[in-house]
């Protein structure tokens, strides 16, 4: 596609329930980045991929986040037992090549995000 | 480990104003440096950045930025502001050489007056 795509956009879960947000990344991006974003602070790193190979997870805040990218297409996030303290924007992105040297500062296209409210 | 500041949480401003958008960052080892904007519900949008080269980079929408390394500071600014430039603004580093990780400060509502 044009550009990075999320779903859904939107989400209410009850607490304790599990939710998947997918992303699909711009078509022939190798690297792949999922963020959250609390209200009134900047995106959070949560993990990244280089194709399918989950290369950073350091950034899940614990073991009822996942995410994963079988294909080294497109991914899925998925928040197990949500807690309200889990509700925020999810972002996504995409760039070709995000490993060193030469795709060391290639530009990364965000996606509109998945709002997430645990209620 | 990096950690980005942004000095002012909102800015107001009136339209053909001048502004500028406060960022300083701290590291230990050398990174790059990106500002985003995020319009009312749309996704981050790379405005400009800095790999190498001169330290006054030029963006889209008349943006511009000045890298100062010992200062640690990559200020943005533009000469004369429009309403549609009300928007978020995120400052953002990476590491040289890493996998493009991004670091984003806490972000400055610019809200553009009449």
């Known amino acids: 596609g044009a550009g990075v795509s999320q779903s859904p956009r939107y989400k209410v879960t009850k607490r304790g329930q599990d939710v998947a947000l997918r992303c699909d990344p711009i078509s022939g991006h190798v690297s792949l980045y999922w963020y959250r974003q609390a209200l009134g602070q900047g995106p959070e790193f949560l993990t990244y991929?280089?194709?399918?190979?989950?290369?950073?997870k350091s950034g899940l805040p614990n073991d009822r986040f996942s995410a994963e990218r079988p294909e080294g297409s497109i991914s899925t996030l998925t928040i197990q037992r949500t807690e309200q303290r889990d509700s925020a924007m999810y972002r996504c992105a995409s760039s070709l090549t995000g490993t060193g040297g030469a795709g060391s500062g290639n530009t990364i296209y965000f996606g509109e995000g998945s709002w997430l409210t645990v209620v | 480990a990096q950690s980005v500041t942004q000095l002012d949480s909102q800015v107001p401003v009136f339209e053909e104003a001048p502004v500028e958008l406060r960022c300083n960052y701290s590291s230990s080892v050398s990174v790059y440096l990106f500002w985003y904007v995020q319009y009312p519900n749309q996704g981050l949008q790379l405005l400009l950045k800095y790999l190498s080269g001169s330290t006054l980079v030029k963006g889209i929408n008349g943006f511009e930025a000045e890298f100062n390394k010992s200062q640690t500071s990559f200020h943005l600014r533009k000469p004369s502001v429009h309403i549609s430039d009300t928007a978020e603004y995120f400052c953002?580093?990476?590491?040289?050489?890493?996998?493009?990780?991004?670091?984003f400060g806490a972000g400055t509502r610019l809200a553009v007056h009449p």
């Open positions: 991929f280089n194709y399918e190979a989950q290369q950073d």
């Open positions: 953002a580093v990476s590491d040289i050489g890493g996998y493009n990780k991004l670091i």
